[in-house]
């Protein structure tokens, strides 16, 4: 780890860089999950819960849930961008579980395992129009 020199306490953001390979977007979008039972375990409920997704990316995604899914959970993800498409089907792995301080509800972390390449560009691009289209306008 590095330490910033007295001098460089204050970088502007807009010098940092990306350090990831996708960019992430924070808008409300509706997703469907549910568990996928492990090896020896029951068959997985049929019902699937609904949540909205506070951050989205190609690679995974983050949401709140009254449930505490515990680390290396495998869900089967439904994200849906329009009534006017098909939702993208994919799994995921739960990768950090944060609980809100003073409530029930936990954030989930999930990273993307089992996705097509395409489904994962479609994300990618409603992303980045996402991005775009929040851009100030000058007049």
């Known amino acids: 780890m590095h330490k910033l020199k007295s001098n460089q306490d204050s970088i502007p953001m807009c010098e ?7 960019q992430r977007v924070e ?10 039972p492990q090896k020896g ?4 409920s049929s019902d699937w819960d609904m949540v909205g997704v506070n951050d989205l990316g190609a690679r995974g995604l983050f949401f709140n849930s009254s449930y505490n899914i515990e680390i290396g959970t495998v869900l089967e993800l439904k994200i849906g961008f329009s009534t006017t498409t098909a939702p993208v089907k994919c799994m995921g792995i739960v990768t950090r579980v944060k609980k809100h301080q003073d409530t029930s509800i936990f954030g989930i972390a999930t990273a993307f395992t089992e996705i097509e390449e395409h489904e994962k560009e479609m994300i ?3 992303v980045n129009a996402t ?9």
């Not at 375990?41 to 997985?44: E, K, L, R, T």
Request: proline content about 6%.
């Open 16 to 22: 940092v860089s990306e350090r990831r390979k996708y």
């Open 27 to 36: 808008k409300p979008i509706i997703i469907r999950f549910r568990i996928r």
């Open 41 to 44: 375990q029951a068959i997985a």
């Open 124 to 126: 990618d691009r409603f």
């Open 131 to 139: 991005l775009s289209s929040n851009l100030p306008h000058t007049f």
